[in-house]
């Protein structure tokens, strides 16, 4: 047998941190169905007074194991260990380098109200895992309450062609700017366009402002190697209007979580209530629609305000296979006294 020692992420906030050892070891458990080898025991271990995450296989990892585990959100070193017992000796692993856009893009933007990066990161790490997709296929996600971008900054980290749809034409137009800023100070080669994706006349057009773009000179002469990213200011439940169906391998978004405003209706006015299950109820539809054959839905929301049972029944209404069995019912954590924050995980089967 072998055995690995994670070290966690140090940059986590406060409140993040505090959770973050329950969140790592639910999805290093998500990741070791993935491995080549198999997973004996997933656990905790004191070294010298620094906490290490532990892993402990049937053999050693491959370079693709390696590469699976680099991304892991909360993964900031992976050592092998000498011997019977940790302090017999540590070895660092080179870790692989998976970035097509350097992470700091999730991190240099700052707002009220934005979600932690590396619980963003995770989601984005479950929905692949939990999928029939892998980081080497061409992924196309999908954020369908995109905010400001936070999701669809992990994507293009990841290599992945993103979209959103957001309601809310300031984010959309925040966004749109920010992103071409990162691309011309970063000297990405890149277009920016504008297209009508729905709409029979421009009074009633919903546009995609889209880019592609690529991290090097050599790639991006080639159209078929860009990667894109397109934005929309429009309504989700629409969304099946806007994309192609069976177009998108996975869709992750962050739910208004029920505190400042409520969930916003096809009338782009507030609906006044708090629960996002309803929401679900009338997006779902569309979403199922644009996803593809295994694709997955992995949604964040406050359980305080809807409870994981009431969403996962929405989801079984539409024929998706919601993953409720460990390791997918570990993510549930407090973020402060009025929100008690989760994940859902559905898959189109």
Partial sequence: MMKYLILQYPGHNR?????????????????????????????????CGVRYITITLDDELSTEDIAILSRLSFVFAIFNQF???????????????????????????????????????????????ASDFTYDDTISLLDPVAG???????????????????????????????????????RYKFT??????????????????????????????????????GLINGNSQDADKYFKKNSINLIVGDLPYGIAHGNTGANKATTGTRDPSELIASCLPAWKAVLKKGGTIVLAWNSFVAPKQKLADIFKEHGLKVLTKAPYDGFEHMVDKSIKRDIIVAKKL
């Fill in 192 to 229: 920016a366009d504008k297209r009508m994706v729905h709409g029979k006349s421009k009074k009633d057009a919903i546009y995609m402002h889209e880019f592609e773009y690529a991290n090097s000179k050599e790639a991006f002469k080639n159209k078929e190697d860009r990667k894109q990213l």
């Fill in 15 to 47: 409140v993040y941190y505090n959770v973050a050892a329950q969140l790592a070891v639910s999805e290093l458990s998500i990741a070791a169905k993935r491995l080549s080898v198999k997973c004996q025991k997933i656990d905790f271990e004191d070294v």
């Fill in 83 to 129: 011997g019977l017992h940790a302090d017999d000796g540590l070895a660092p692993i080179p870790m692989a380098n998976f970035q097509y856009i350097d992470s700091k893009i999730s991190t240099i933007q700052k707002y009220a109200g934005k979600t932690n990066e590396l619980f963003t990161k995770m989601m984005v790490n479950v929905a692949l895992l």
């Fill in 148 to 186: 400001r971008g936070t999701t669809l900054n992990e994507a293009t980290v990841y290599g992945f062609n993103a979209f959103g749809v957001e309601i809310e034409n300031k984010s959309v137009h925040e966004n749109q700017i920010f992103f071409k800023k990162y691309l011309q100070n970063e």
